[in-house]
């Protein structure tokens, strides 16, 4: 018994030491991807030759940052909050607001104007859609009145 004690705490400190070790690779993941981008921006700005593969990763990298570490954030009783974050925002806020923004590059391929002018535009409708879930985040029965008128 005391054999099968000692194998368990053997057993219980490699776990905790993976995922130490993963919980560091997702932060130097973090740090990296940071470098990355901002080098992006400078080569796509300054130098006007972007790295294509930048976007891509970086989807990859999300994944990796919060995969990576749970083990360790479940170890010290803690919580991934930006899950409470993303599962309340609406996808359309996402599609129009950095760092996802697929709509505005959507918008840059099919007319010939800036990104800048892109984002511009976009921002009132981006507030109105945060002023709007905030709104039904906070007042849940909004979201149910019109509903509840046609029942």
Known sequence: MKQATKVAAVVARSIDRLSEALGLAAGIVVLLFTLLIVYEVVARKVFDAPLGFVFEL???AVIAIVLLPLAFIQAQKRHVSIDLIVSRLSPQIGLITPPIGMDLFVIKGIC????????????????AMAITLALTMAFPQLALWIPSLLA
């Open 112 to 127: 010939d104007v800036s990104m800048g002018d892109i984002i511009r535009g976009a921002v009132p409708f981006a507030i």
């Open 58 to 60: 970086s989807t990859y």
